[in-house]
T-cell receptor, first 110, second 114 residues
Framework: QQPVQSPQAVILREGEDAVINCSSSKALYSVHWYRQKHGEAPVFLMILLKGGEQKGHDKISASFNEKKQQSSLYLTASQLSYSGTYFCGTEAGTASKLTFGTGTRLQVTL | DTEVTQTPKHLVMGMTNKKSLKCEQHMGHRAMYWYKQKAKKPPELMFVYSYEKLSINESVPSRFSPECPNSSLLNLHLHALQPEDSALYLC?????????????FGPGTRLTVL
């Protein structure tokens, strides 16, 4: 079952903040976050593991609530380059594979 | 080299054709993936190879046949496809399976089945 992301779409002015949420119905081992610009490949942003380990870019932060099977991606002081579609990818149990969420389209304007 | 390359970029084929998609990485990654992505939808996992062996097949129809000739190469052989198979096919690689290992995606092959 596909993780559900919210909001579906958001428009920001440059410099504003945004939060993107990802919710799964399954117990999760890890959550990955990727950004995909139109016509391009998805690009890695963050990994959050059960137990608290994280790996990712300095300017991006995220949280992982293991009990609620939810993760949030925090985008602060947004830049035009942040525009794109954000996907969470969840790894449930010992599946050793990612199931991508429904996606959030983010547009940053001047 | 942190790049995953895919060829061709675009492919148009008829329902009776046989074609192949190619993916290559030189990062020493031992896990490689095929995803299918429809417009405005998330990537959907098709196959996972780990150490050149098929690890996961997400119940993909047999008209799609993956092959991993060596640790750097991944092919997807296509035969007797349907118009609904038209999509962007993405290849990815990672140093290990999911978990703490980020996936590096190629630019994709945009496939149109007539």
């Amino acid at each position: 079952q596909q993780p559900v992301q919210s909001p579906q779409a958001v428009i920001l002015r440059e410099g504003e903040d945004a939060v993107i949420n990802c919710s799964s119905s399954k117990a999760l081992y890890s959550v990955h976050w990727y950004r995909q610009k139109h016509g391009e490949a998805p690009v890695f942003l963050m990994i959050l593991l059960k137990g608290g380990e994280q790996k990712g870019h300095d300017k991006i932060s995220a949280s992982f609530n293991e009990k609620k099977q939810q993760s949030s991606l925090y985008l602060t002081a947004s830049q035009l380059s942040y525009s794109g579609t954000y996907f969470c990818g969840t790894e449930a149990g010992t599946a050793s594979k990612l199931t991508f969420g429904t996606g959030t389209r983010l547009q940053v304007t001047l | 080299d942190t790049e995953v390359t895919q060829t061709p970029k675009h492919l148009v084929m008829g329902m009776t054709n046989k074609k192949s998609l190619k993916c290559e990485q030189h990062m020493g990654h031992r896990a490689m993936y095929w995803y299918k992505q429809k417009a405005k939808k998330p990537p959907e996992l098709m196959f996972v190879y780990s150490y050149e062996k098929l690890s996961i097949n997400e119940s993909v129809p047999s008209r799609f046949s993956p092959e991993c000739p060596n640790s750097s190469l991944l092919n997807l052989h296509l035969h007797a496809l349907q118009p609904e198979d038209s999509a962007l096919y993405l290849c990815a690689s990672s140093s290990g399976l999911a978990g703490y290992n980020e996936q590096f995606f190629g630019p994709g092959t945009r496939l149109t089945v007539l």
